[in-house]
């Protein structure tokens, strides 16, 4: 352990840091994409009403909703290995990557699923009946009248789901993922200065997310663009 | 031409068609009047199966469909021969008034891009919003949203034009406008089925006038014979109530 406090050691180590940045990047990315297409399939039975799937799909979300991220982490590390071993296949030696993302995109599957639904449903049916009325198919429908919309009232809450998601990147380390949290830790140990690194760390998380939140921000403002002051049109 | 035969619907157990029958030419315009709930809306809805009726089979230009056995895709097809206005526009939100016109002309009817703005432009200028291409919906007002809806009705150069009391929900200075389109629209000979409660507008622009009550056809007729010398008590009734102060023969 340091005895001092020591201000350079925050700026030296934050290159470092910075050199496994692009893991940390690519977990956000992957668990976000692949999460939102899952999101998407698993808000399709409740939102259809589809028997059975539609309660599997409410255990699923409720579950992930009531459990620490952490703990879904080491489930799933310790667990899928185990499941998919009763079917003869051996994954205890993938790379912990691997169960971060898997993870990852469980998680966010199940928060963006909700938001999806909420958002389809929150697209005046009007219009699907005058896509209908055109000889639109359903999924014709869907993907150019009902998705784009829907994707508006959807994208805040999927950009507050990223940025949690971003954070909750830093407990890949927990199994053995080389990321910016666990080149940290070695700095610490190598130092013995933990006040410093973590300083550095929360300032590149903190700068990260707020480049994420403007460039957020310019997305929003673009799809809204067909959205008026609703007074001036009355 | 449209043939409708024995056309029933039911929601749950309440029967709100009882077996309609009917028949619309080329270049028709009909007025379907009748009093609230008659089952106007419905009917019309069936038409092109927004509404799945229960019984009966509708006809439209070469497709011919027994409700009971129609498929996804005869709907489709059924549809693609209709366009509909609705009383509270449906326009799609995200699209500009442009891309509302062309949007079923490029998705549906597989024109190109370009055919289809030229396509959309002439129809703008047909309901004098050429200076609105580029607006959102939410930009207009509802008479000029309206006339987006007329318009991108009409850019299919459907078999019939299905409207569902058109200027109903508009604020009444903004009901001539509309009317008017139609009014235009209607002297190039485009079939129509208009659900309307503006009886003037009904009487000038329709060559026939259906009276529905009670979710079957009460009469129908030419306007004169329908507004002037109606044979029912009921439409003599409704009439009386919607104009008291128009008279007519007994
Ligand atoms: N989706 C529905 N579910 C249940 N009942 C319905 C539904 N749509 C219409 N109805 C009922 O069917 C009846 C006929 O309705 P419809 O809308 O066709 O009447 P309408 O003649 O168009 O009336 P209005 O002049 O008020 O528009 C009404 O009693 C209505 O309550
Ligand atoms: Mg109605």
């Not at chain 1, 410093?196 to 990260?208: K, N, P, R, T």
């Not at chain 2, 139609?182 to 089925?193: D, F, L, P, V």
């Not at chain 2, 044979?231 to 009386?240: A, G, I, P, S, V």
Request: glycine share 6%.
């Amino acid at each position: 352990m340091g005895t001092f406090f020591e201000p350079s050691l925050i700026f030296t180590s934050i290159p470092k840091l910075l050199s496994y940045l692009h893991i940390t990047i690519e977990i956000l990315v992957l668990s976000v994409a692949l999460g939102l297409l899952l999101g998407i399939l698993i808000a399709v039975p409740k939102l259809y009403n589809v028997p059975i799937l539609k309660e599997i799909m409410t255990v699923y979300i409720s579950f992930i909703r009531g459990t620490p991220i952490l703990i879904q982490l080491f489930l799933v590390f310790y667990g899928l290995p185990v499941v998919v071993g009763l079917f003869g296949v051996d994954i205890t030696r993938m790379d912990p990557f691997y169960f971060v993302i898997i993870t990852y995109t469980l998680s966010n599957a199940a928060a963006f699923a909700e938001i999806f639904r909420a958002a389809i449903k929150s697209v005046d049916y009007g219009q699907t009946e005058a896509a209908y009325s055109v000889g639109f198919t359903a999924w014709q429908n869907f993907y150019r009248i009902v998705f784009p919309q829907a994707i508006r009232v959807a994208f805040p809450n999927i950009a507050n789901t990223s940025i949690s998601s971003l954070k909750d990147t830093s407990l890949a380390f927990s199994i053995g993922v080389m990321d910016m949290m666990g080149r940290g830790d070695t700095l610490i140990s190598a130092t013995a200065h933990a006040l410093e690194i973590y300083l550095a760390l929360s300032v590149i998380y903190y700068v990260i997310v707020l480049i994420f939140e403007r460039c957020f921000k310019w997305i929003e403002r673009y799809l809204n663009r067909y959205i008026l002051k609703e007074e001036s049109s009355l | 031409m449209i043939q409708l035969s024995n056309i029933h619907k039911s929601f749950g157990k309440t029967e709100v068609l009882k077996g309609i029958n009917m028949q619309v030419n080329k270049g028709d315009i009909i007025s379907i009047l009748g009093p609230s709930g008659s089952g106007k809306t419905t009917l019309l809805r069936c038409i092109n199966f927004l509404e799945k009726a229960n019984e009966g089979s509708i006809a439209i230009d070469d497709i011919a469909l027994d409700v009971k056995h129609a498929t996804k895709k005869d709907i489709v097809a059924l549809r693609k021969k209709t366009a509909m206005v609705f009383q509270s526009y449906n326009l799609f939100q995200h699209k500009t008034v442009l891309q509302n016109i062309t949007e079923g002309l490029v998705v549906v009817q597989k024109k190109s891009e370009k055919e289809a703005i030229e396509i959309a432009k002439t129809m703008l200028a047909k309901i004098g919003l050429e200076h609105k291409a580029d607006a959102y919906p939410s930009a207009l007002s509802g008479g000029q949203q309206q006339r987006v809806g007329i318009a991108r009705a009409l850019a299919l150069n459907p078999e019939v034009i299905l409207f569902d009391e058109p200027t109903s929900a508009l604020d009444p200075e903004l009901v001539g406008e509309v009317l008017d389109v139609i009014r235009k629209i209607a002297k190039e000979g485009i079939t129509m089925i208009i659900v309307t409660h503006e009886m003037n507008f009904a009487r000038d622009i329709s060559n026939r006038i259906v009276f529905m009550d009670g979710g079957v056809v009460v009469e129908e007729g030419s306007p004169r014979d329908v507004f002037n010398n109606p044979k029912h008590d009921r439409t003599k009734q409704f009439l009386r109530r919607l104009t008291p102060e128009y008279t007519y023969e007994i």
